[in-house]
């Protein structure tokens, strides 16, 4: 009788917590290595966790933000846009990173074997201003470079059309993540460098807007807390993580483990936002915005609920 008043307890409690779950919608442009965080969480059980239950929506870059502004979403992992955006004056703020390395690679022509042959050369991005693109200047600058007259750039869209445009000998070189780079890998070109083992710069993470951060604080930090148990889940489970990269992200098993291996180390653990990296995105978000005005950190980061999050987990506020 003890067993199935504890089984029927069990259950009820499991009913009310799926009756009580908040629902939320997250906009990602893809279901991918970059936005695996939000997929371990979902996969795995961490948003339910912390009584959500988030509908991940793939979506075309350029209007994720858009949709954020307006309502139909609630939180977006787009950080680069958001920034831009919020840069704007637009009233929407990064709460945390994910990926604190960007897991992306310069790949090369055959006849390109070292970062001392880069100037000259024509380089591919996804669009002017992008995250990418902020990183292709950035390792073209790391190696002594400009990067505004020592190569050219090129927006070319989505790494599938990047990759065509290195087959086609339109560019030098791309700048893609996994599974991209393995695959122009394994048609014979060169990945030349990876970003990661260079510098930190936010490469992805979560974004809400004012009126969630004010009104909602308690959802915010609670889907911080999510993200931030899915990142040390991927860190520390290298099998369950591929597995989710397999089933939820429909990626090849062997690019899967092969991005796994390449761009855990820029998962981070407890979802900090340098200051120093905040400035960098600010200051190249108004360079390609052409504004000209004072932007403080605090006008496109509010990380007041990441660091409530942080102290509920145990975790040393940055």
């Given amino acids: 009788m003890a067993k199935i008043f504890l089984l029927l307890l069990a259950l ?3 009913r ?32 339910q966790e912390e009584g959500l239950e988030a509908e991940i929506i793939a979506m075309r870059p350029s209007i ?14 787009l950080i680069g846009s958001l920034v831009r955006a919020a ?25 390109i074997k070292s970062t001392g042959q880069l100037k000259g050369v024509t380089i591919g991005v996804d ?18 470079f400009n990067p505004e007259k020592d190569v050219r750039v090129l927006a070319l869209g989505s790494a599938a059309a990047r990759l065509s445009a290195l087959q086609q000998g339109i560019v030098d070189i791309i700048i893609v993540a996994p599974p991209e780079d393995f695959e122009a890998q394994k048609a014979g070109f060169n990945v030349l460098v990876r970003a990661d083992e260079l510098f930190t710069f936010p490469y992805n993470g979560m974004g809400t807007t004012l009126t969630k951060i004010d009104k909602n604080a308690d959802e915010v930090k609670r889907v911080i807390k999510a993200l931030i148990k899915a990142n040390r889940f991927i860190r520390k489970n290298r099998e369950g993580a591929i597995q989710v990269l397999v089933d939820w992200a429909k990626t090849d098993r062997a690019y899967a483990a092969a991005g796994y291996d390449v761009a855990s180390r820029a998962f981070s653990e407890d979802g900090s936002a340098r200051e120093d990296d905040l400035r960098l995105m600010i200051e190249n978000a108004k360079k390609n915005l052409n504004v000209t005005r004072s932007i403080l950190p605090s006008d496109v980061a509010d990380l007041s609920s ?12 940055r």
């Fill in 64 to 77: 994720v933000t858009a949709a954020l502004v307006s309502g139909d979403l609630a939180y977006s992992t």
């Fill in 127 to 144: 669009s002017y201003g992008a995250t990418p693109d902020l990183v292709a200047r950035r390792i073209v600058k790391h190696f002594g």
């Fill in 16 to 47: 009310e917590t799926t009756l009580a779950a908040d629902k939320i919608k997250i906009g990602v442009s893809n279901y991918n290595l970059s936005n695996l965080s939000v997929g371990v969480a979902q996969k795995k059980g961490f948003f």
């Fill in 12 to 14: 009820f409690s499991l």
């Fill in 306 to 317: 990441l660091h409530q999050a942080q102290r509920e987990l145990g975790l040393k506020v």
């Fill in 87 to 111: 840069a704007k004056g637009s009233p929407v703020r990064l709460i945390a990173v994910s990926l604190d390395r960007p897991p992306l690679a310069f790949v090369a022509q055959r006849k």
